[in-house]
């Protein structure tokens, strides 16, 4: 089976994108939450939240360390076929 590198690049690089887009948001979010005392969030809902941001930050490593073996295995084509 034949993995097409360069689409797979590409949705791994959509989604970390797409994720550390909406994690900034949910950060921003908790910061203000944190910093003012707003309180707008009950302690359980605020322990999942955590879950999920933790989630979304493995998530989104995991995406770039793809995106890294990707491209040094794009490289690496491009370099031997050079030769």
């Not at 089976?1 to 979010?29: C, D, P, W, Y």
């Not at 939240?49 to 995106?67: A, H, Q």
Request: overall charge positive; glycine content about 4%; aromatic content about 10%.
């Amino acid at each position: 089976m034949e993995i097409n590198r360069r689409q797979f690049e590409k949705t791994t690089a959509s989604i970390a994108i797409t994720l550390l887009g909406l994690m900034t948001l949910a950060l921003v979010l908790v910061v203000s939450n944190y910093i003012f005392g707003w309180d707008l969030f009950p302690k359980s809902i605020e322990k999942i939240g955590l879950v999920i941001l933790l989630s979304v930050f493995f998530t989104i490593l995991s995406s770039v360390i793809i995106n890294i073996m990707l491209n040094i295995g794009i490289i690496a084509d491009k370099i031997s076929f050079k030769k």
